[in-house]
Protein backbone atom coordinates (compact mmCIF):
# COMPACT_ATOMS: atom_id res chain seq x y z
CA UNK A 1 0.00 0.00 0.00
CA UNK A 2 1.20 3.58 -1.04
CA UNK A 3 2.33 5.90 2.15
CA UNK A 4 3.88 8.63 0.97
CA UNK A 5 2.12 10.37 -1.93
CA UNK A 6 -0.82 12.68 -1.34
CA UNK A 7 -4.49 11.08 -1.90
CA UNK A 8 -6.43 11.73 -4.80
CA UNK A 9 -9.77 10.40 -3.63
CA UNK A 10 -10.76 9.56 0.04
CA UNK A 11 -13.35 7.16 0.95
CA UNK A 12 -14.90 8.11 4.77
CA UNK A 13 -17.05 5.16 6.22
CA UNK A 14 -20.23 5.33 7.62
CA UNK A 15 -21.71 5.56 10.98
CA UNK A 16 -24.60 3.59 12.76
CA UNK A 17 -24.84 7.01 15.26
CA UNK A 18 -27.75 8.75 12.36
CA UNK A 19 -30.27 11.62 12.92
CA UNK A 20 -33.77 10.60 12.23
CA UNK A 21 -34.34 12.13 8.90
CA UNK A 22 -33.09 12.15 5.37
CA UNK A 23 -30.61 14.73 5.05
CA UNK A 24 -26.92 14.99 2.72
CA UNK A 25 -24.81 11.94 3.81
CA UNK A 26 -22.52 14.04 4.70
CA UNK A 27 -24.70 15.13 7.91
CA UNK A 28 -26.47 11.99 8.33
CA UNK A 29 -23.98 10.19 10.32
CA UNK A 30 -23.31 11.91 13.58
CA UNK A 31 -20.87 10.37 15.53
CA UNK A 32 -17.68 12.12 16.23
CA UNK A 33 -15.53 9.64 14.24
CA UNK A 34 -17.40 10.12 11.32
CA UNK A 35 -17.04 14.04 12.41
CA UNK A 36 -12.93 13.39 12.24
CA UNK A 37 -13.07 11.47 9.30
CA UNK A 38 -15.24 13.80 7.53
CA UNK A 39 -13.43 16.85 8.37
CA UNK A 40 -9.83 15.29 7.33
CA UNK A 41 -11.50 14.29 4.04
CA UNK A 42 -12.81 17.78 3.25
CA UNK A 43 -9.61 19.72 4.60
CA UNK A 44 -7.42 17.85 2.24
CA UNK A 45 -9.34 18.97 -0.69
CA UNK A 46 -9.54 16.22 -2.86
CA UNK A 47 -12.86 14.51 -3.99
CA UNK A 48 -14.65 12.06 -1.20
CA UNK A 49 -17.45 9.91 -0.83
CA UNK A 50 -19.01 8.01 2.15
CA UNK A 51 -18.40 4.53 1.89
CA UNK A 52 -21.59 2.32 2.94
CA UNK A 53 -22.08 -1.01 3.45
CA UNK A 54 -25.90 -0.64 2.92
CA UNK A 55 -25.54 1.71 -0.19
CA UNK A 56 -22.20 1.11 -1.52
CA UNK A 57 -20.64 4.88 -2.69
CA UNK A 58 -22.55 7.89 -1.93
CA UNK A 59 -21.73 11.03 -3.17
CA UNK A 60 -21.50 13.63 0.27
CA UNK A 61 -24.52 15.83 -0.97
CA UNK A 62 -26.68 12.72 -1.47
CA UNK A 63 -29.66 13.00 0.64
CA UNK A 64 -30.23 9.66 1.99
CA UNK A 65 -32.70 8.52 4.69
CA UNK A 66 -31.52 6.97 8.18
CA UNK A 67 -31.12 3.16 7.96
CA UNK A 68 -30.12 -0.01 10.22
CA UNK A 69 -27.55 -2.72 8.65
CA UNK A 70 -24.96 -4.10 9.73
CA UNK A 71 -21.79 -4.67 7.18
CA UNK A 72 -20.08 -7.41 9.69
CA UNK A 73 -22.07 -9.36 10.14
CA UNK A 74 -22.98 -10.13 6.17
CA UNK A 75 -21.45 -12.74 4.81
CA UNK A 76 -17.60 -13.07 2.96
CA UNK A 77 -19.40 -13.23 0.13
CA UNK A 78 -21.59 -10.42 0.41
CA UNK A 79 -18.82 -8.27 1.43
CA UNK A 80 -16.19 -9.19 -1.53
CA UNK A 81 -19.33 -8.65 -3.95
CA UNK A 82 -19.82 -5.04 -2.28
CA UNK A 83 -15.72 -4.52 -2.30
CA UNK A 84 -16.50 -4.76 -5.93
CA UNK A 85 -19.41 -2.81 -6.12
CA UNK A 86 -18.10 0.24 -4.44
CA UNK A 87 -15.07 -0.07 -6.87
CA UNK A 88 -17.15 -0.15 -10.01
CA UNK A 89 -19.54 2.46 -8.50
CA UNK A 90 -15.37 4.64 -7.89
CA UNK A 91 -15.10 4.39 -11.57
CA UNK A 92 -18.11 6.23 -13.01
CA UNK A 93 -17.54 8.82 -10.77
CA UNK A 94 -14.43 9.17 -11.06
CA UNK A 95 -11.10 8.31 -13.52
CA UNK A 96 -8.97 5.72 -11.41
CA UNK A 97 -5.68 3.88 -12.74
CA UNK A 98 -2.26 3.91 -12.04
CA UNK A 99 -1.52 7.46 -10.63
CA UNK A 100 -4.70 7.23 -8.18
CA UNK A 101 -4.12 7.10 -4.46
CA UNK A 102 -7.62 6.11 -2.70
CA UNK A 103 -7.25 6.93 1.04
CA UNK A 104 -9.88 4.18 2.58
CA UNK A 105 -10.70 6.22 6.23
CA UNK A 106 -12.91 3.50 7.36
CA UNK A 107 -13.06 0.64 9.23
CA UNK A 108 -11.24 -2.79 8.61
CA UNK A 109 -13.72 -4.68 7.78
CA UNK A 110 -14.46 -2.07 5.06
CA UNK A 111 -11.51 -1.53 4.09
CA UNK A 112 -10.75 -5.16 3.77
CA UNK A 113 -13.54 -5.36 1.41
CA UNK A 114 -11.84 -2.89 -0.79
CA UNK A 115 -8.68 -2.83 -1.03
CA UNK A 116 -7.98 -5.75 -3.71
CA UNK A 117 -11.16 -4.70 -5.86
CA UNK A 118 -9.62 -0.89 -5.79
CA UNK A 119 -5.70 -2.37 -6.14
CA UNK A 120 -7.13 -4.29 -9.86
CA UNK A 121 -8.09 -1.08 -11.06
CA UNK A 122 -4.43 -0.04 -10.90
CA UNK A 123 -4.58 2.50 -8.10
CA UNK A 124 -2.73 3.14 -5.03
CA UNK A 125 -4.18 2.23 -1.61
CA UNK A 126 -3.69 3.98 1.85
CA UNK A 127 -5.24 3.11 4.83
CA UNK A 128 -5.83 5.99 7.12
CA UNK A 129 -6.32 5.25 11.01
CA UNK A 130 -8.08 7.29 13.44
CA UNK A 131 -6.37 7.59 16.83
CA UNK A 132 -7.82 7.87 20.16
CA UNK A 133 -8.13 11.59 20.19
CA UNK A 134 -10.12 11.43 16.60
CA UNK A 135 -7.20 12.63 14.60
CA UNK A 136 -6.45 10.68 10.77
CA UNK A 137 -2.83 9.78 10.55
CA UNK A 138 -1.42 7.34 8.43
CA UNK A 139 0.28 4.07 9.86
CA UNK A 140 3.71 3.49 10.64
Excluded: K
Excluded at 37 to 57: I, K, M, N
Amino acid sequence: MATSTAASIILVGDGTAQLSEPVAARDLYVSPLFASRRAQAEESGVPWFVVSGRWGLIDPDEVIAPYSFSFTQQSVNYRRAWGRFVAEQLCLVASVGRDTVVEINAGGAYAAALVNPIQYLGAQVRRATVDANGAGHEPR
